[in-house]
Each structure stands twice: as structure tokens, then as C-alpha cells.
């Protein structure tokens, strides 16, 4: 490479050297591509020695104004950055995604044409806040403890109707499934298989967009259903869905009237968000994706493998990914490894009595 390079170039080399350096698996690579691709549209594709500083500031303000979901929307597609910028949009990047997931890759970027001698200074230095340990772990994620699961458990609603409001949290803490993902079963997904019944879950990130490999196709992964789902009535759930000719699992009836449409992860997430600021904690860092770290902690305390617990929760973090493709990914393991988890002191006695009560109602209509 010469000191003419253009940035799309210089992507290319540097993405190889991180590849090489620290290898990730395919759907973390095309996600770390695709946020590089979008600030080459937002930058512009131009020898590397023409941006400066102020180029990157430009950049990070324009990333305030991007979509959230840009390649989930047919509102932005065959449009440009540009275009899609104009386009006045209610959901956009927060700033710590911002920050993390797009401005510190670029940084990385130019860091790396720097250090190689193929930019006469740092543009990035100071362009992104650094974050101290401290708030790295002030930030992060926590777990639900008993009595947090007592009260969600306790004040869920059951209602005919909204049956998800129930189900999906149950689903969630019994086999640590994104909301995405299991708002996106469908009725033939739930099955069986060496006589162990599974849940077949299309896999999300954090993000909630669809992993998919290098060939681009859809990553699933099969769960087994824990024996409390099973005692708590979901294959009977399940059946009546079947019987009903339904074809999704779960799904929303629209205000006022007889039509049901999918329910998405992103429209559940935000309601039992609600739910969970009201009756259970105002602990920001408590969330729906808390009852996959309170599966992983469950686990642990079971003396399950690391790569087994991510093999069941699908994520897999980049120094296991080898770890993660061995046998130990098997159905039977994964049942085996999820039998074993139990919250203690959690007793669902009082909500089984009211979904068998709305099962019952139902298969009385």
C-alpha cells in the first residue's frame, strides 16, 4: 500500500490485520464491516491523507441523526446517506452506540494508518471519549436476582388476547433467548428431537438485527425447553396455535380490531421495558436482556461450561468462538446442561393457575 491509498482500501487492509490478530467469527466481521461501510458513505471515499479532524466530528454528529435500524426499513433502501439523513426519523443512535460501535472503529482505522506511516498525524486522537474502567463497569448489564424474577413473575398479566405478555418473559428466563428471537417463533419451530423437545431460534445480536454466515444465510440455533416450560403449558400453548391454523407463535391484535398482525421484538422490548421500570426496578442496567446473565450466573453456579452456556443463549463472545463449534453444541448437551437450572425460592404456582385457566377459556371457545 502507498500513502495514496483511498479509504475503502485501507478498510480493506486493516480489517484483514484485525482478522489476523484477533479472529471473530462471520457474523461479528460482516457487523463490524457494515458500520465501517456506513461512515465510508458518510465520509466519502477519498485518498486517506485528504481528512482531517474536523472530517471526524462532521462524522460523529451525522451518526447522531442516523436511523437506528436503517436495514430493517424499506424507507432508506436504494437511497444515500445523504438522502437518508434527510429523512426526519423518531428512533436514532444513541450516543454510546455511537461512540462504541461506530467512532471507535474509524479511530481504530486511521490509528492503524498512522502507526504504519501512512498519515503524517493521528486524526483520531480525542475524537471519541475514552470510558474509564469505572464506567465500563458502572454501564454494564446485571442480572435479575430472585426477588427481581418474584416480582416480574408475580404481576404478569394474562390476558387472552395478549398471551406474549406472559409467555415471552418465561421463554426468556428458561433458556436466555433475545426477545427478537423468540417474538419471531413461529408455531412449527417448537419440535422434537432425540425424543428432546427444542425451540428452533433465529438468532439476533444485541442489536437485534438477524446474524446470518458469509454465505448470508439465516443463523438458528436449537434450545431444548426446560421442564418448567414444559410444566407450565407450553406445548399446550403451542397446540392450540397449531389447531388454530396460526403460523406465528405469538402475535398482536391491533387497538380496536379483529386484526392480528407479528408481533416484533422491538415494539415488545419497549413495553416490557415499562412493565419492568413499574413493577420490578429503577435500576437502568436491569432489562429484558438481564434473564440472559441471570441464566449464565444459574448456570455457572452448576459448573456448566462457559462455551455450553453461550451455546444455549447464542452469544458467543469472539475468544470462544472455536470453543463454541465443537460437539459440546449437540442437542442432548445443551438439554443435559439446561436441566440444571433453577432459580431457588421462585415459585410460579400462582401464574400456572392462570395460564391454565386462559388455556382452559380457550379451548372452551
Known amino acids: 500500500m502507498n500513502t495514496t491509498c483511498l479509504l475503502s482500501e485501507l478498510i480493506e487492509v486493516y480489517c484483514v490485520a484485525l482478522q489476523r490478530e484477533k479472529p471473530a467469527d462471520e457474523g461479528t466481521q460482516k457487523r463490524y464491516r457494515g458500520a465501517l461501510d456506513i461512515m465510508l458513505q458518510l465520509l466519502g471515499d477519498r485518498e486517506i491523507n485528504g481528512y482531517s479532524k474536523q472530517d471526524l466530528v462532521v462524522l460523529k454528529a451525522k451518526l447522531y441523526r442516523w436511523p437506528a435500524n436503517v436495514h430493517k426499513s424499506e424507507e432508506f433502501s436504494g437511497k444515500t446517506a445523504e438522502e437518508i439523513l434527510r429523512i426526519k426519523t423518531a428512533k436514532t443512535l444513541d450516543k454510546r452506540t455511537v461512540d462504541s460501535k461506530y467512532m471507535e472503529k474509524i479511530s481504530a482505522v486511521f490509528k492503524y494508518a498512522y ?49 406474549h405478555l406472559a409467555w415471552i418473559p418465561l421463554i426468556a428466563a428458561y433458556c436466555g433467548a433475545r426477545h427478537g428471537e423468540i417474538c419471531s ?43 418448567v416450560l414444559m410444566k407450565m403449558g407450553l406445548p399446550q400453548y403451542v397446540a392450540m396455535r397449531k389447531a388454530e391454523e396460526k403460523e406465528l407463535l405469538f402475535e398482536l391484535r391491533k387497538k380496536g380490531e379483529d386484526e392480528f398482525v407479528p408481533l416484533t421484538g422491538e415494539y415488545y422490548g419497549q413495553s416490557f421495558e415499562r412493565y419492568n421500570r413499574k413493577h420490578v426496578t429503577n435500576d437502568l442496567r436491569k432489562s429484558f436482556y438481564s434473564f440472559r446473565f441471570t441464566l449464565h450466573k444459574a448456570l455457572q453456579l452448576k459448573n456448566v461450561p462457559p462455551e455450553l452456556c453461550f451455546a444455549i443463549t447464542g452469544h458467543v463472545p469472539q475468544f470462544d468462538n472455536q470453543k463454541a463449534g465443537r460437539e459440546d ?22 401464574l400456572k393457575a392462570r395460564l391454565d385457566t386462559l388455556l382452559t377459556a380457550k379451548k372452551r371457545l
Open 115 to 163: 502507526n504504519h506511516g501512512l498519515i503524517a498525524m493521528d486524526i483520531a486522537e480525542n475524537v471519541v471519549k475514552s470510558v474509564t474502567v469505572a464506567e465500563k463497569k458502572a454501564n454494564r448489564r446485571k442480572s435479575y436476582d430472585i426477588e427481581d424474577l418474584k416480582k416480574i413473575f408475580a404481576a404478569l398479566p394474562v390476558h387472552p388476547d395478549r398471551p
Open 185 to 227: 417463533l413461529r408455531v412449527s419451530d417448537i419440535n422434537l428431537c432425540q425424543r428432546i423437545p427444542y425451540l428452533l431460534l433465529t438468532e439476533e445480536d444485541d442489536n437485534g438485527s438477524v446474524v446470518t454466515n458469509i454465505r448470508g444465510e439465516v443463523s438458528r440455533r436449537m434450545v431444548p425447553l426446560h421442564h
Open 329 to 350: 453444541r449437540l442437542l442432548a448437551d445443551r438439554h443435559t446442561a439446561l436441566e440444571q437450572l433453577e432459580y431457588p425460592g421462585l415459585d410460579l404456582t400462582g
